[in-house]
């Protein structure tokens, strides 16, 4: 069993800057790939970001050469750097992990999810 803690979550001005982490435990969490999903109020959970268990990544257009995904196996943690922040990025961001080894942008490929954490960004 795999458990995920995200933080770094925070209130900040549109252009500005979060970094977010997802803390895994047990040590099958650099075995497989990472991702990066949000919610929106009223809005379906999205992909946002991924790594993979060979680094390699992947994301969403919105959010391509703004945001850098990155994981630092010896800490069993992932990161999600955020920059150029928009009031279009507040939601609650999620962590998954476990269930694949490729940068796959679908929920349904990741067996564990953290709680959530979130980002709010002001105009």
């Known amino acids: 069993q795999v458990q995920l803690v995200e933080s770094g979550g925070g209130l900040v001005q549109a252009g500005g800057s979060l970094r977010l982490s997802c803390r895994g435990s047990?040590?099958?969490?650099?075995?497989?790939?990472m991702g990066w999903f949000r919610q929106a109020p009223g809005k379906e959970r999205e992909f946002v970001a991924a790594?993979?268990?060979?680094?390699?990544?992947n994301y969403a257009n919105s959010v391509k050469d703004r945001f850098t995904i990155s994981r630092d196996n010896a800490k069993n943690t992932g990161y999600l750097q955020m920059n150029s922040l928009k009031p279009e990025d507040t939601a609650v961001y999620y962590c998954?992990?476990?269930?694949?080894?490729?940068?796959?942008?679908?929920?349904?490929?990741?067996?564990?999810w953290g709680q959530g954490t979130q980002v709010t960004v002001s105009s």
């Open positions: 047990g040590r099958t969490f650099s075995a497989y790939a």
């Open positions: 790594i993979g268990r060979s680094d390699g990544t």
């Open positions: 998954a992990g476990g269930g694949i080894i490729n940068p796959s942008a679908y929920e349904s490929a990741y067996a564990y």
